[in-house]
């Protein structure tokens, strides 16, 4: 079994109408929201080519600058 990453508690302020999207589509809209933001950080690092990141135990080249 493969143990799911640490997730750490954090305080962030949302707008009200994406509140609202992620909360109307039922039980687990946080983990919703925590899926969004992570396909959203892969699609910037496939943008990128040369830094090296660390992304969920995934390593992904960027560019310096």
Not at 5 to 34: C, H, N
Request: aromatic letters at 8%; proline letters at 6%; charged letters at 30%.
């Amino acid at each position: 079994n493969q143990k799911m990453p640490m997730k750490e508690p954090v305080i962030v302020r949302y707008r009200r109408d994406v509140l609202e999207y992620f909360r109307s589509t039922g039980p687990g809209w946080q983990a919703r929201i925590d899926n969004a933001l992570k396909e959203r950080v892969a699609q910037d690092c496939q943008n990128r080519e040369r830094q090296v990141i660390l992304i969920r135990g995934y390593v992904r080249k960027l560019p310096q600058g």
